[in-house]
C-alpha cells in the first residue's frame, strides 16, 4: 500500500507541474473531457470499487478544493469527511501491544458442550468444577459464555423430566406388559398377554385366551413370576395400561413380589413404547401373514416365534444382537452359512458353520 501511495502522490505531482506549463485553453478542454468522462462511467459503475491509496489522495484534495467545488467527486461530502477522520485516526492510535484475551480451543469447548449434552441437571459451575477434575482449568465466565454461544439452556430447563429419561434410568429393572388381538379363519377373536423386559428385549407371551378374565390374568402374573424365580428381584416397575383387564388381583401378585406397578397416562401409548413395538414387530413378522385356526394354534406359532425373536432376531438397541446373545462364531474360510426355516419357511434364521 505505501508504494502504490507514493506513486500516485508522485504521479500527480508531475501532472500538477505540466498544467502550470500548459495554457488555459487546453486546461479547459481538458477539464471538460474529463468531466465527460466521469458522467459516463457513473452511468455504468453503480458504486466504484475504490483503493485505499485513491482513498487518500480524495481526502487530501478536498483541502485544497473549495467546498462549494466538492460535487466533482463522485462520492459524497460526507464519504470524503469520514476518509480524512479516518486519516487522522491512523495517525494518533498507537499500535496494540498486548494479544487479548487467548481463544478458548476447541478441545475444551467441545468437552463443555458433551458434558451438559450428557448431564441435563448439571449448571455451567457443575461443569467448571468437572472441567477442573479432568485438569483443564477454566473459569466459570468461559463456561457459561461457551454455552450462552451454543445455544444450550440452563440446567432447569435442560432437565428432563419425561417418560422416556424414566424408561432409560429404570431400564434394568423394568418390566412392560399388554394386550394383542388376532382375528381367527372363523372370525373369532383371542387376546394375547405377554411381558417385555425393557433392558433385554427378551418377551415372554404368557397367553392365550377368547376371554381374558381377572382370575385368568392374575395366574399367568404368578407364573411369570415363577418363571423369573431369583432374577425376578432384579425388577423394581411394571408398566401396565389403563385396560380394566388388569384389576386390584393383579397387581398385588407384583406388589407381594416387591415390584410396583406403573400405569401409563391416558390414551398415550408411547408411554409403553417397548410393549407397543414388539406388538406391531410380531404382527408384521408373523401373525399378519398366517391364518389362524385356533388358540391351540396360535400359541404354538407365537411360542415358535418368541423363541425366534429372543435367541436370533437382531435389535438395534441391542447393537444388531439378539436379547439372548450366543457366542459370535468367527467365520473361518471353509465355513459355511446354513439356513434353519422357522414356522414352514415363514421366518428364516441362518447360522455359520464349520
Given amino acids: 500500500m505505501v508504494w502504490s501511495l507514493l506513486y500516485a502522490l508522485?504521479?500527480?505531482?508531475?501532472?500538477?507541474?505540466?498544467?502550470?506549463?500548459?495554457?488555459?485553453?487546453?486546461?479547459?478542454v481538458e477539464l471538460l473531457v474529463l468531466r465527460h468522462q466521469v458522467a459516463v462511467l457513473r452511468r455504468q459503475v453503480h458504486r466504484p470499487t475504490l483503493e485505499p491509496a485513491d482513498r487518500v489522495i480524495f481526502a487530501a484534495l478536498s483541502r485544497l478544493?473549495?467546498?462549494?467545488?466538492?460535487?466533482?467527486?463522485?462520492?459524497?461530502?460526507?464519504?470524503?469527511?469520514r476518509w480524512h477522520r479516518d486519516l487522522l485516526a491512523r495517525k494518533w492510535t498507537y499500535p496494540r501491544k498486548s494479544p487479548g484475551r487467548p481463544p478458548v480451543r476447541r478441545e475444551i469447548r467441545d468437552l463443555v458442550l458433551r458434558l451438559a449434552q450428557e448431564n441435563p441437571t448439571w449448571g455451567h459451575r457443575r461443569i467448571q468444577g468437572e472441567l477442573a477434575g479432568l485438569g483443564y482449568p477454566v473459569g466459570v465466565a468461559t463456561v457459561w459464555r461457551i454455552l450462552h454461544r451454543a445455544g444450550v439452556d440452563p440446567a432447569p430447563r435442560r432437565a428432563d423430566a419425561t417418560w422416556r429419561t424414566f424408561l432409560r434410568a429404570q431400564a434394568s429393572g423394568l418390566l412392560a406388559c399388554d394386550f394383542f388381538t388376532?382375528?381367527?379363519?372363523f372370525l373369532q377373536r383371542i387376546y394375547v398377554f405377554f411381558v417385555v423386559e425393557h433392558a433385554t428385549r427378551h418377551v415372554h407371551v404368557l397367553g392365550v385366551t377368547k376371554q381374558p378374565t381377572s382370575a385368568w390374568v392374575a395366574q399367568r402374573a404368578r407364573n411369570l413370576l415363577m418363571d423369573l424365580e431369583e432374577h425376578?428381584?432384579?425388577?423394581?416397575?411394571?408398566?401396565?395400561?389403563r385396560d380394566t383387564k388388569f384389576t386390584a388381583s393383579f397387581e398385588a401378585v407384583f406388589t407381594g413380589a416387591g415390584i410396583d406397578v406403573v400405569r401409563t397416562p391416558p390414551q398415550c401409548p408411547q408411554a409403553n413404547a417397548i410393549a407397543e413395538r414388539w406388538v406391531g414387530t410380531a404382527r408384521r413378522e408373523c401373525t399378519d401373514r398366517l391364518l389362524i385356526v385356533s388358540e391351540r394354534h396360535l400359541t404354538t406359532v407365537l411360542t415358535s416365534y418368541a423363541e425366534h425373536f429372543n435367541t436370533h432376531r437382531p435389535h438395534r438397541s441391542l447393537g444388531q444382537y439378539p436379547p439372548d446373545s450366543p457366542p459370535v462364531f468367527t467365520p473361518t474360510p471353509g465355513s459355511t452359512v446354513r439356513r434353519t426355516r422357522i414356522l414352514g419357511g415363514l421366518i428364516n434364521e441362518y447360522r455359520s458353520a464349520a
Fill in 65 to 81: 478544493l473549495p467546498r462549494a467545488r466538492w460535487d466533482v467527486f463522485f462520492v459524497t461530502p460526507a464519504t470524503v469527511l
Fill in 10 to 28: 508522485t504521479r500527480n505531482t508531475l501532472g500538477l507541474m505540466l498544467l502550470r506549463v500548459r495554457g488555459d485553453t487546453a486546461k479547459d
Fill in 182 to 185: 388376532v382375528d381367527t379363519v
Fill in 232 to 241: 425376578s428381584r432384579r425388577f423394581r416397575f411394571l408398566i401396565r395400561d
